[in-house]
């Protein structure tokens, strides 16, 4: 049959004990999920604002689809390109202090559209061990049009160093996370900057977990640093994640973002996103800029958990941002320690190899702006039980 190396690989997987399931939410994204009749106190999200569930931003679409219709019609360049989307991308350029920005409908299909286009035959591309699955992907496009790649040890910048010295390709492309999305940590921004201007490198940042919570007005991890625009730079962002929408922006140079638009396949070749879509990323976008509020509790929140977590059995990475993973070690621990907390209303999910290394398996602990004190309490009262 044609479907028996399919039934026999996935009888693999299970017997690995990786098989995956979708939990089905009865309820709106938010601090508390409604999950199989029951609510759940969610570390789970990547909603670190609170916003997903937001009713101004809801309000936003809501109008913008009475207004604007549910369907986009076309690709951006052939008729598209409504009036909401031009708008979400002055918002964006305007807040970021770039000059250009063009939206995605995700991000993924953002660094799809940046690597490959930037970096084809004879360009080579330099890439932390630690980059999300999408550069991962973004980088073996590149390779399939001729370009040469290397990975670089996790925020090593002597090892990147070497790399570039010893590369004589007339176009070079560095591409990293500015916030790991399964460690929290920050990359070293100023040393990539000055390492890209040493070697006259593109540098590609993925701000998917910085933009919103980090550096004044949430601008991103790029405004923690201080570091301001410059054309070497393409900084992409998701609006998924603390925006609480979908999609996602690549902001640059005009030249640049004008070289995308015309060249990107992953813009070129999919239908725009709905434009109530970009209604509502326009209202989060106020949000975001007023919220200094929601930032501050945010970081209050991570504090509280990092100091209540501290001396216990398992801990905490280093990490400044949202994302809070908690090693402890072997797969089955990390599941069985997740499985206790659901027991006791908690969401935090396990992630195993081959996502993170091996013998670091985690709880990835996502703490968001609207959990309360006495959520982060609950949690830390059971991972001090179960410890
Ligand atoms: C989530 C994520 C993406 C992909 O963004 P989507 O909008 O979810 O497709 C890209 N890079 C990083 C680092 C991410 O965490």
Same mark, same amino acid.
């Given at each position: 049959?044609?479907?028996?190396?399919?039934?026999?690989?996935?009888?693999?997987?299970?017997?690995?004990?990786?098989?995956?399931?979708?939990?089905?939410?009865?309820?709106?994204?938010?601090?508390?999920?409604?999950?199989?009749?029951?609510?759940?106190?969610?570390?789970?999200?990547?909603? #670190?604002?609170?916003?997903?569930?937001?009713?101004?931003?809801?309000?936003?679409?809501?109008?913008?689809?009475?207004?604007?219709?549910?369907?986009?019609?076309?690709?951006?360049?052939?008729?598209?390109?409504?009036?909401?989307?031009?708008?979400?991308?002055?918002?964006?350029?305007?807040?970021?202090?770039?000059?250009?920005?063009?939206?995605?409908?995700?991000? #993924?299909?953002?660094?799809?559209?940046?690597?490959?286009?930037?970096?084809?035959?004879?360009?080579?591309?330099?890439?932390?061990?630690?980059?999300?699955?999408?550069?991962?992907?973004?980088?073996?496009?590149?390779?399939?049009?001729?370009?040469?790649?290397?990975?670089?040890?996790?925020?090593?910048?002597?090892?990147?160093?070497?790399?570039?010295? !010893?590369?004589?390709?007339? =176009?070079?492309?560095?591409?990293?996370?500015?916030?790991?999305?399964?460690?929290?940590?920050?990359?070293?921004? /100023?040393?990539?900057?000055?390492?890209?201007?040493? #070697?006259?490198?593109?540098?590609?940042?993925?701000?998917?977990?910085?933009?919103?919570?980090?550096?004044?007005?949430?601008?991103?991890?790029?405004?923690?640093?201080?570091?301001?625009?410059?054309?070497?730079?393409?900084?992409?962002?998701?609006?998924?994640?603390?925006?609480?929408?979908?999609?996602?922006?690549?902001?640059?140079?005009?030249?640049?973002?004008?070289?995308?638009?015309?060249?990107?396949?992953?813009?070129?070749?999919? =239908?725009?996103?709905?434009?109530?879509?970009?209604?509502?990323?326009?209202?989060?976008?106020?949000?975001?800029?007023?919220?200094? !509020?929601?930032?501050?509790?945010?970081?209050?929140?991570?504090?509280?958990?990092?100091?209540?977590?501290?001396?216990?059995?398992?801990?905490?990475?280093?990490?400044?941002?949202?994302?809070?993973?908690?090693?402890?070690?072997?797969?089955?621990?990390?599941?069985?320690?997740?499985?206790?907390?659901?027991?006791?209303?908690?969401?935090?999910?396990?992630?195993?190899?081959?996502?993170? /290394?091996?013998? =670091?398996?985690?709880?990835?602990?996502?703490?968001? !702006?609207?959990? =309360?004190?006495?959520?982060?309490?609950?949690?830390?009262?059971?991972?001090?039980?179960?410890?």
């Amino acid at each position: 049959m044609i479907e028996d190396r399919l039934q026999a690989e996935l009888a693999e997987i299970a017997s690995l004990g990786l098989s995956r399931r979708r939990r089905v939410l009865e309820s709106p994204c938010g601090r508390i999920a409604a999950v199989d009749g029951r609510k759940m106190l969610n570390f789970a999200s990547n909603d #670190y604002l609170g916003l997903a569930g937001n009713a101004e931003i809801a309000r936003a679409m809501a109008d913008g689809a009475l207004h604007w219709g549910a369907g986009s019609g076309a690709s951006h360049l052939v008729s598209g390109h409504l009036a909401p989307h031009d708008r979400l991308e002055e918002e964006i350029a305007a807040f970021l202090g770039f000059p250009r920005a063009l939206t995605f409908s995700t991000g #993924y299909l953002a660094n799809l559209a940046i690597v490959p286009t930037l970096a084809g035959r004879g360009a080579a591309v330099f890439a932390d061990k630690l980059n999300h699955a999408s550069l991962i992907d973004a980088v073996q496009l590149s390779k399939a049009q001729g370009a040469d790649s290397q990975r670089y040890p996790h925020n090593d910048m002597a090892a990147l160093e070497r790399q570039l010295a !010893a590369s004589s390709a007339p =176009t070079k492309v560095i591409v990293s996370d500015a916030v790991f999305s399964m460690d929290g940590d920050l990359a070293p921004l /100023p040393l990539l900057f000055q390492l890209a201007e040493r #070697y006259d490198a593109w540098l590609v940042i993925d701000d998917a977990h910085g933009f919103g919570v980090l550096g004044p007005h949430g601008k991103g991890s790029l405004a923690h640093f201080n570091l301001p625009f410059h054309p070497r730079l393409l900084l992409m962002g998701t609006l998924g994640k603390a925006a609480g929408v979908g999609g996602a922006f690549v902001a640059g140079s005009d030249i640049a973002i004008e070289y995308l638009l015309q060249r990107a396949r992953s813009y070129i070749f999919t =239908t725009a996103a709905p434009a109530p879509i970009a209604c509502a990323l326009s209202k989060s976008l106020t949000i975001i800029k007023a919220g200094d !509020a929601l930032r501050a509790n945010l970081f209050a929140r991570i504090g509280q958990l990092r100091d209540g977590l501290a001396g216990l059995r398992w801990s905490l990475l280093p990490s400044l941002s949202a994302i809070q993973p908690l090693i402890v070690g072997e797969n089955e621990a990390a599941i069985a320690l997740s499985k206790a907390l659901w027991e006791r209303g908690l969401w935090a999910p396990a992630i195993r190899p081959p996502t993170v /290394p091996k013998g =670091t398996a985690r709880l990835r602990i996502s703490v968001s !702006a609207a959990h =309360t004190a006495a959520d982060i309490e609950h949690l830390i009262n059971a991972l001090k039980e179960l410890a």
